[in-house]
């Protein structure tokens, strides 16, 4: 008998019109489902809503969740004294997202799902643990690397340092390896559960996973390697890492 791949739910991006009709929709670039089918992965998208009984149930059919890129988090989720000056530079942003996103993530925690975060992804999965951001690099690291190359989105423009013994590590294999870079917002103060186990020569935090590995597959990164795959296997092998552990999670359910 064939076994049946395993099913990652993608979380999308929101577009205010869509194709059909100019109606609110769902956005998600293919390259993200094309690393997943590519890696033997079932890709599906996630519905965009807020219903936690839906959340609850879209989580606990799937194998794995993969959190992609998008726009920014809105700070009142992680600093809500901020200052309005630094506030202003956060945009634009996307309320509901923010709220489903969150609670899915928690979802798959607690159902001990695997989860990889991708840019916003990363951002979003150290929010949602009880973490904090740089709202603006160039304003608050003004002496840090051009983080947002949007001109060179599949192109490496910097390094990332591996911590040695990591998960990162284990699946790539490499001490240090070139990403992309289309950011403007990174970490800053690390979700209690999470752990650096990459970083750019400026300090930010362009990889996280639990302190406890025994916690199952958690991996997030700052860079977009959903865009890189064809280039440098190391991103492949972030994707086939992930589908590997949804495989081995959806064996145990069996």
């Given at each position: ?15 205010r ?17 094309d ?28 194998d ?25 530079k ?16 928690k ?86 559960p ?8 400026d ?52």
């Open positions: 008998m064939m076994k049946r791949s395993p099913l990652i739910l993608i979380t999308p991006s929101m577009a019109k869509g194709v059909e009709f100019s109606d609110a929709s769902i956005s998600l670039s293919n390259r993200y489902t690393a997943i089918i590519a890696g033997g992965g079932l890709p599906q998208i996630f519905p965009a809503t807020t219903s936690l009984p839906v959340i609850a149930e879209a989580v606990r059919r799937c794995g969740l993969l959190m992609s890129g998008g726009d920014d988090i809105d700070p009142k989720w992680y600093a809500p004294d901020m200052p309005k000056e630094l506030r202003k956060a945009g634009p942003l996307e309320p509901a997202r923010d709220i489903w996103e969150t609670e899915l993530i979802e798959a925690v607690a159902q001990k799902k695997p989860i990889f975060g991708v840019c916003r992804g990363h951002q979003m999965v150290n929010v949602a643990l009880g973490g904090t951001l740089i709202v603006d690099i160039p304003t608050q690291l003004p002496k840090a690397l051009n983080h947002r190359q949007m001109e060179k989105k599949s192109e490496a423009v910097h390094d990332v340092k591996v911590a040695p013994g990591s998960l990162l590590s284990k699946l790539t294999g490499v001490k240090s390896f070139g990403v992309n870079s289309t950011h403007h917002q990174a970490i800053d103060k690390m979700a209690p999470l752990r650096a186990v990459g970083k750019s020569s300090g930010v935090v362009e990889a996280s996973e639990w302190k406890d590995p025994k916690k199952g597959f958690l991996l997030t990164v700052q860079f977009h390697p959903e865009r890189l795959i064809d280039k440098n296997r190391v991103f492949r092998q972030l994707f086939d890492g992930f589908i590997e552990a949804c495989a081995r999670r959806r064996e145990k359910n069996l």
